[in-house]
């Protein structure tokens, strides 16, 4: 199944794959395997040192494309 969306939170806690897609054009800048395990807890799942890692490596990613985009 694929889900798209725009909150990184939601697809870390649902996905078990994340695919970062540059700005226009849309190509993919990145693939992420999500390595939490399940079933998934959202509320202690998102106190974890383990999702605060997950995020903040994708959320790096992201970054980059927000800097080109003011550049």
Known sequence: MVFVTH??????????????????????????????????????LRESAEYLREYGEIWHALGEEFQERLS
């Open 7 to 44: 909150d990184l939170s939601e697809a870390i806690t649902l996905a078990d794959r994340i695919v970062v897609m540059t700005r226009r054009p849309g190509r993919i800048k990145a693939v992420y395997d999500v390595k939490l395990p399940r079933p998934r807890d959202v509320i202690a």
